[in-house]
C-alpha cells in the first residue's frame, strides 16, 4: 500500500530555509512511472503547487516560487526533499508530497496528509 | 496564470440530497485537464475526477463531473454521510497548475 509521510520542523523563523523530506513507501521513487511534487495549504486558503520532479531529477516549479525552492530525489532513501529559502509569514502552511503518474497529465493520484509548517520568530 | 474560482464556498445540505459543485477558469480549459479532489479534515485530499468526467479509481458512481471551456461541474447524486468534505478543482492545462478555494459540503 502506497504511503507518503511528510516530515521537518513545524516551526521556521522568518528568512529561513525549510527543509521538507516525504518519505515513499509502497513505491519506488526510481520508477519511470511516477513524478513526484509539493502542494501547499496556507490556512483558510487553497492549494497551491510549489513544483515536480523526476527520478532522473528533471524539476518543474511554480514561477511564483522558482526563485527559492528546489526539489530533489533521494533514490537511496526513497525520499523525496523540499527546500524553500528566505521563508516568511506567507509560507505559513500545510506541506503535502503528492505522487503523479507518468501518463497522467497533471493530476495527483495519491497525497501524503500533511506536515503544517509555521513561520514565526 | 488561471484562476479558478469555486463556487458556493459552503454548501448545506442533508444526507440523501443532490450537491452541485462549481469551478469556473479564468480563461478556457481543456476538459481533460481539469480534476477534483476531496479533503476531509486532518486527511490527505483524495483524486476523485480527472479529465473532468473520469472517476478515479474505487469512486462510486454518485460521483460525476462535467463541463468544458470555462465551466465544471462536480455533482453527488445523493449525499452519503462519508461525503462531507471539501472539494477542490485543478487546472493543468498551464503552469503554473493552479486549485481552486474549495466548496466546503457540509451537513444541514
Known amino acids: 500500500q502506497l504511503q507518503l509521510q511528510e516530515s521537518g520542523p513545524g516551526l521556521v523563523k522568518p528568512s529561513e530555509t525549510l527543509s521538507l523530506t516525504c518519505t515513499v513507501s509502497?513505491?519506488?521513487?526510481?520508477?519511470?512511472?511516477?513524478?513526484w511534487g509539493w502542494i501547499r495549504q496556507p490556512p483558510g486558503k487553497g492549494l497551491e503547487w510549489i513544483g515536480s520532479?523526476?527520478?532522473?531529477?528533471?524539476?518543474y516549479y511554480n514561477p511564483s516560487l522558482k526563485s527559492r525552492v528546489t526539489i530533489s530525489v533521494d533514490t537511496s532513501k526513497n525520499q523525496v526533499s523540499l527546500k524553500l529559502t528566505a521563508m516568511t509569514d506567507a509560507d505559513t502552511a500545510v506541506y503535502h508530497c503528492?505522487?503523479?503518474?507518468?501518463?497522467?497529465?497533471?493530476?495527483?493520484?495519491?497525497w501524503g496528509q500533511g506536515t503544517l509548517v509555521t513561520v514565526s520568530s | 496564470e488561471i484562476v479558478l474560482t469555486q463556487s458556493p464556498g459552503t454548501l448545506s445540505l442533508s444526507p440523501g440530497e443532490r450537491a452541485t459543485l462549481s469551478c469556473r477558469a479564468s480563461?478556457?480549459?481543456?476538459?481533460?485537464?481539469l480534476a477534483w479532489y476531496q479533503q476531509k479534515p486532518g486527511q490527505a485530499p483524495r483524486l476523485l475526477m480527472y479529465?473532468?468526467?473520469s472517476r478515479a479509481t474505487g469512486i462510486p458512481d454518485r460521483f460525476s463531473g462535467s463541463g468544458s471551456e470555462t465551466d465544471f461541474t462536480l455533482t453527488i447524486s445523493r449525499l452519503e454521510p462519508e461525503d462531507f468534505a471539501v472539494y477542490h478543482c485543478?487546472?493543468?492545462?498551464?503552469?503554473?497548475?493552479?486549485f481552486g478555494q474549495g466548496t466546503k459540503v457540509e451537513i444541514k
Open positions: 520532479c523526476y527520478y532522473t531529477g528533471s524539476t
Open positions: 479529465g473532468a468526467s
Open positions: 509502497g513505491a519506488s521513487i526510481s520508477s519511470s512511472a511516477y513524478y
Open positions: 480563461q478556457s480549459v481543456s476538459s481533460s485537464s
Open positions: 503528492a505522487r503523479r503518474a507518468s501518463y497522467s497529465p497533471g493530476y495527483f493520484d495519491y
Open positions: 485543478q487546472q493543468f492545462a498551464s503552469s503554473p497548475w493552479t
